[in-house]
């Protein structure tokens, strides 16, 4: 099929050009390329409160949500002179100027460049090595699903009150459950995954049966995994109301607690996500108005240490081999060596 011709859009002040803007990116119901950027423009003040000054990652599709993913850290040589980048290094002493959404058109601009996920970091550009953000990752392994997602967010919700912290919970547009906290800008990325850890050892103690904190799939069983490496520098996770790269063309959405009960993830979708936002607004809009004190986690993680034996736990593999780490070797492998 011949491209259709681009269009502009006037969006706040800002022209953004939309290429191809008939182009089927999602097969399910045939939405298209400017269904995508208009989904954007309807979620406007949701998505740009979940990106606002963060570096981010994009997830290209340019043939479609089915078609190749281009994950790209680096914005584009060339782009409008409007668009803002926050710059991030890495162990290796490179750098990457990524995008920093400051307003809707960026984003709209992003998606005309075939981002369908937006993966920003949990740190703001005025800060980028101490996060205001833990991510807990509720992550149902083969055999699990959705349901035991909900029934596990039920005990995490009941320690964050514990806690005395507010969560604010999301689909993750798939079979999960994503839970932000706000954190108080002190403490580093080791910091908090550590606490991370800790907390989801908690769960884990809490409700053995329904909960993992293996690291290696092979001894995670049924169960729901707390990714706690998803706390680790450079790994992200979709936003709040980010678009994800399938046929269905679902949604990363946020949901009260109490919908959490019973809401079917498969209905957030790029057609239904608007009207839901126009009734409800962003359930996510009081996010930043506390910042947490991370000290009872990390006490945890203290005593976990020291009265528990529960140091460490391994790292993604293209991580470097950090200080206090397990032997990162797949427990089967290491029976055959030993």
């Given at each position: 099929?011949?491209a259709?011709?681009?269009?502009?859009?006037?969006?706040?002040?800002?022209?953004?050009?939309?290429?191809?803007?008939?182009?089927?990116?999602?097969?399910?119901?045939g939405?298209?390329?400017?269904?995508?950027?208009?989904?954007?423009?309807?979620?406007s003040?949701?998505?740009?409160?979940?990106?606002?000054?963060?570096?981010?990652?994009?997830?290209?599709?340019?043939?479609?949500?089915?078609?190749?993913?281009?994950?790209?850290?680096?914005?584009?040589?060339?782009?409008?002179?409007?668009?803002?980048?926050?710059?991030?290094?890495?162990?290796?002493?490179?750098?990457?100027?990524?995008?920093?959404?400051?307003?809707?058109?960026?984003?709209?601009?992003?998606?005309?460049?075939?981002?369908?996920?937006f993966?920003?970091?949990?740190?703001?550009?005025?800060d980028?090595?101490?996060?205001?953000?833990?991510?807990?990752?509720?992550?149902?392994?083969?055999g699990?699903?959705?349901?035991?997602?909900?029934?596990?967010?039920?005990?995490?919700?009941?320690?964050?009150?514990?806690?005395?912290?507010?969560?604010?919970?999301?689909?993750?547009?798939?079979?999960g459950?994503?839970?932000?906290?706000?954190?108080?800008?002190?403490?580093?990325?080791?910091?908090?995954?550590?606490?991370?850890?800790?907390?989801?050892?908690?769960?884990?103690?809490?409700?053995?049966?329904?909960?993992?904190?293996?690291?290696?799939?092979?001894?995670?069983?049924?169960?729901?995994?707390?990714?706690?490496?998803?706390?680790?520098?450079?790994?992200?996770?979709?936003?709040?109301?980010?678009?994800?790269?399938?046929?269905?063309?679902?949604?990363?959405?946020?949901?009260?607690?109490?919908?959490?009960?019973?809401v079917?993830?498969?209905?957030?979708?790029?057609?239904?996500?608007?009207?839901?936002?126009?009734?409800?607004?962003?359930?996510?809009?009081?996010?930043?108005?506390?910042?947490?004190?991370?000290?009872?986690?990390?006490e945890?993680?203290?005593?976990?240490?020291?009265?528990?034996?529960?140091?460490?736990?391994?790292?993604?593999?293209?991580?470097?081999?950090?200080?206090?780490?397990?032997?990162r070797?797949?427990?089967?492998?290491?029976?055959?060596?030993?």
């Amino acid at each position: 099929m011949a491209a259709t011709p681009a269009i502009e859009l006037e969006i706040e002040g800002r022209t953004v050009r939309v290429s191809n803007p008939d182009k089927v990116y999602f097969s399910t119901h045939g939405q298209t390329k400017l269904d995508l950027v208009n989904y954007y423009l309807a979620v406007s003040p949701g998505i740009v409160r979940a990106l606002f000054e963060r570096p981010c990652m994009l997830q290209r599709f340019p043939d479609g949500a089915e078609g190749e993913a281009i994950y790209q850290k680096r914005v584009p040589e060339h782009h409008p002179d409007w668009v803002e980048t926050a710059r991030v290094t890495f162990p290796s002493g490179r750098h990457a100027d990524e995008l920093c959404v400051t307003e809707i058109a960026s984003v709209a601009w992003a998606a005309n460049l075939g981002t369908i996920v937006f993966h920003p970091w949990p740190s703001r550009r005025g800060d980028v090595e101490h996060p205001d953000e833990m991510r807990i990752d509720l992550d149902p392994q083969p055999g699990t699903d959705f349901d035991d997602a909900r029934r596990v967010a039920g005990t995490v919700h009941e320690y964050l009150d514990e806690l005395g912290y507010i969560g604010f919970p999301k689909s993750s547009g798939g079979r999960g459950i994503h839970i932000y906290v706000r954190l108080q800008p002190r403490w580093t990325f080791t910091q908090i995954r550590r606490a991370v850890l800790a907390f989801s050892r908690e769960i884990e103690r809490r409700i053995p049966d329904e909960v993992t904190t293996n690291w290696w799939k092979e001894e995670r069983g049924v169960k729901v995994f707390l990714d706690y490496n998803q706390n680790a520098r450079d790994r992200t996770i979709a936003a709040a109301y980010s678009v994800r790269a399938n046929p269905r063309a679902t949604v990363s959405t946020p949901v009260t607690w109490l919908e959490l009960e019973d809401v079917e993830p498969n209905d957030f979708t790029i057609s239904s996500v608007p009207q839901r936002f126009a009734q409800l607004g962003d359930l996510h809009a009081a996010i930043d108005d506390v910042e947490h004190d991370l000290t009872p986690l990390i006490e945890l993680a203290d005593k976990d240490e020291r009265d528990r034996g529960l140091g460490d736990a391994p790292y993604p593999p293209n991580f470097p081999k950090m200080e206090g780490e397990p032997a990162r070797v797949q427990p089967s492998r290491a029976k055959k060596k030993d």
